[in-house]
């Protein structure tokens, strides 16, 4: 049953997903696959979740594992010593090309070190409703032309595919190519949106008379209306994918392509700006690919590998404090025990991966590194997600109530607190789709992304939803609903809820003071305290300088966060980087 609905649901999510570039957070209760355990930091054995266990039914953990690996391997004869501090998917990358790797055979025996309860790092998911599907709330794409990230994808069986504008059942036809950042994203500098052309309207006579509204008067309209209707008539690509009949053109057709052009016709978002926004923000604007259920799949499937190799472990809830170079390297960490004690360890290793941004590491090397990665300023990093099934009040945006808010807007301003505009402070506000299906019947919710320094607060969301001017107590939230919300095409399912005083009404359970159906019908919020980077202004490039060997045998594996979390693409070209080089000086030093 399990692999029926899991594929059900692949094929369901292929035809509707709109997914934020903003990256990748970063992003819920972390129910990601870990390898968790028996919480014993001095066992060697790999530790399990147990979701983890129930889910890939991996067998129990064997103490007893350490004493048959002593008698495999002679002393003098003993597989390389590893130590990889961060459980993230750099941390867990590079353990899987270390094992994978035909040059080692069985040659390393691989620790890493996880400060947390579970792996994933910014890498986090939330349950839509608590049942329903798994979401993103961290980074969650990858570029295209990654060849690397295809590559881990197809060996590990996780599937992808390309990221799409259109998602909803009602217009996907009208959105369906393949936008980048540049053609999806719309400005707002506080006072004015200057809305994509990626957010197509309905090709109809009433939207043509909205565009020529707002912005017939603008020069580069028509400037720019003559290359959008040459492409209407005389692509026939275009023409086919729209359905518009080549041969027997009717009123309809000659409406769509004339509301088509005018739509792509509407002067956008300076590109020049867009690409400074991109790039303050980490931001790639390549085309993206995303994983069909999350990059839960990329870790668990990670975790489902290393956990068939005796010689691999994981520490959860170890903080490592200091490294002493050496011979060998003398790694130190604390652990936090199930009893609220704090107990210290120490290990020697043989080489030695940081796979965690090193200036929040705070890890004592000694002696001192001659040269160590550039220090970055963090600040912190909100993601909120909720579903609704209300539409966003144009008014927020100072936009006319018959315009629509875009599917993802990028706010440029410094803070929309200095304007007069009622819009609350954000980063980016972007809108997906949570899809639901029953039988053959599909229908998607729409479900927000607020990326924002500082928490978006309730009253925030409801300032969203002003419409008509509504206040903001009167927008209800999910713990106002009358019963248990769940993903089905009703909606509402009667059920527990301790908020309200019960009675009976026509049989069914009641609250005083409940709905039926709030505005936001799910909500969920996750926060990381160092999760955006402060660019240097002066480093137009945008890169960091990278440091993959930071002295012989202690390696670093960079993954610089954007926005939205660590970039998924970038932690595991360099996880791979930092293998290949351990893996080729591997002889030298054992013969040194």
């Known amino acids: 049953m399990k692999d029926n609905y899991k594929f059900k649901k692949m094929g369901r999510q292929h035809s509707f997903h709109l997914i934020s570039i903003l990256y990748a957070i970063l992003a819920t209760q972390a129910v990601f696959c870990s390898a968790i355990g028996t919480r014993n930091s001095v066992s060697h054995t790999l530790e399990y979740d147990s979701n983890f266990h129930e889910q890939y039914a991996l067998g129990d953990p064997l103490p007893e594992s350490l004493i048959r690996n002593a008698e495999r391997f002679r002393e003098g004869d003993r597989p390389a010593r590893v130590a990889i501090i961060g459980g993230g998917i750099a941390g867990l990358s590079t353990a899987y090309f270390l094992h994978n790797d035909e040059r080692l055979g069985a040659s ?24 329903g599907d798994e979401m993103d709330t961290g980074g969650h794409t990858f570029d295209t032309d990654d060849s690397l990230m295809d590559e881990l994808a197809r060996t590990l069986d996780v599937h992808t595919y390309r990221v799409r504008v259109g998602f909803d059942y009602g217009d996907w036809r009208y959105r369906s190519e393949e936008f980048t950042a540049l053609d999806r994203a719309s400005l707002w500098d506080g006072q004015t949106l200057s809305i994509n052309v990626a957010d197509e309207p309905p090709l109809t006579w009433s939207s043509l008379k909205d565009i020529l509204i707002q912005d017939g008067l603008k020069p580069r309209f028509w400037m720019n209306i003559v290359h959008t209707l040459r492409r209407a008539f005389t692509d026939e690509d275009l023409q086919d994918w729209l359905d518009w009949d080549l041969v027997d053109r009717d009123v309809k057709v000659y409406r769509e392509m004339l509301v088509w052009a005018a739509a792509r016709a509407r002067p956008g978002p300076n590109k020049a700006d867009l690409q400074q926004f991109a790039y303050t923000n980490s931001i790639s604007l390549k085309q993206q690919n995303v994983t069909y259920f999350g990059n839960m799949d990329i870790l668990s499937r990670l975790g489902t590998h290393l956990s068939h190799d005796d010689l691999f472990s994981l520490k959860l809830g170890s903080t490592v404090t200091q490294i002493k170079r050496g ?14 004690q704090t107990e210290t360890f120490s290990e020697k290793f043989d080489y030695v991966i940081i796979a965690a941004p090193f200036s929040q590491s705070h890890i004592t090397i000694s002696p001192p590194l001659s040269v160590a990665p550039q220090e970055v300023a963090y600040q912190p990093l909100h993601v909120t997600q909720f579903i609704t099934r209300a539409e966003l009040d144009p008014r927020t945006f100072q936009l ?16 929309t607190g200095n304007h007069t505009s009622p819009a609350p402070d954000f980063i980016s506000i972007t809108k997906e789709s949570s899809s639901i299906c029953e039988g053959c019947v599909c229908f998607s919710e729409p479900i927000y992304r607020v990326i924002s320094k500082e928490r978006f607060s309730d009253s925030d969301i409801a300032t969203l939803f002003n419409k008509f001017g509504k206040a903001r107590k009167e927008v209800k939230f999910t713990e106002q609903c009358c019963g248990k919300l769940e993903q089905d095409s009703l909606g509402t399912t009667i059920g527990e ?13 009641r609250w005083s003071g409940c709905v039926n159906h709030p505005e936001i019908r799910w909500m969920h919020r996750d926060f990381w305290p160092n999760g955006i980077p402060v660019l240097d202004k002066h480093n137009s490039s945008g890169e960091q300088d990278e440091l993959v060997e930071l002295a012989p ?17 970038k932690s595991v070209r360099n996880a791979r980087k930092a293998s290949d080089l351990l893996t080729e000086k591997y002889g030298y030093y054992q013969k040194a």
């Open 327 to 340: 011979q060998q390297f003398n790694v130190s960490w604390i652990y936090d025990s199930d009893s609220g």
């Open 553 to 569: 045998r202690l390696y670093y594996v960079s993954g610089f966060e954007g926005r939205e979390g660590a970039s998924i693409s």
């Open 497 to 509: 809820n301790g908020n309200f005083k019960a009675w009976e009404e026509e049989g069914e359970v």
């Open 108 to 131: 390393t025996q691989v620790t890493i070190f996880e400060r947390e309860a579970q792996t994933g790092g910014r890498i986090r998911t939330a349950q839509v409703y608590n049942t």
């Open 400 to 415: 006319p109530l018959n315009i629509k808010v875009p599917k993802m807007i990028w706010n440029v301003g410094d803070s």
